[in-house]
């Protein structure tokens, strides 16, 4: 049986303003953000719907300037949600794929 790997990964980006922006709903189970110039914050929830716990500034992460900080535990980038670190607007640059030590066959 030929081995095939499932896993995929995709390059996204978003611009991030001052309320908070959910990312893209693609699927995956890591997420890795890459922080713009002044930073931008990370939260977890849905922009929309307050019972699921709506993205604040006491649940955030901060991601400093050319860091990368990866987030696993997720099913779908739209987990997630941004805003920006500073007081002008950036684009934020993000990749989602599989658990990277986890491949992904049939």
Request: hydrophobic content about 30%; glycine content about 10%; proline content about 3%.
């Amino acid at each position: 049986m030929a081995y095939t790997n499932l896993n995929r990964c995709r390059n996204a980006q978003i611009h991030v303003e001052t309320g908070w922006k959910q990312l893209s709903g693609i699927d995956c189970s890591e997420i890795i953000v890459i922080g713009p110039t002044d930073g931008v914050y990370i939260s977890d929830g849905n922009v929309e719907g307050e019972a699921k716990g709506h993205p604040h500034n006491g649940n955030a992460f901060f991601v400093p300037a050319n860091e990368q900080v990866v987030f696993r535990g997720v099913t779908h980038a739209h987990s997630l949600s941004a805003k920006r670190g500073a007081s002008a607007d950036r684009t934020l640059h993000y990749r989602t794929q599989y658990y990277s030590s986890v491949v992904q066959t049939r």
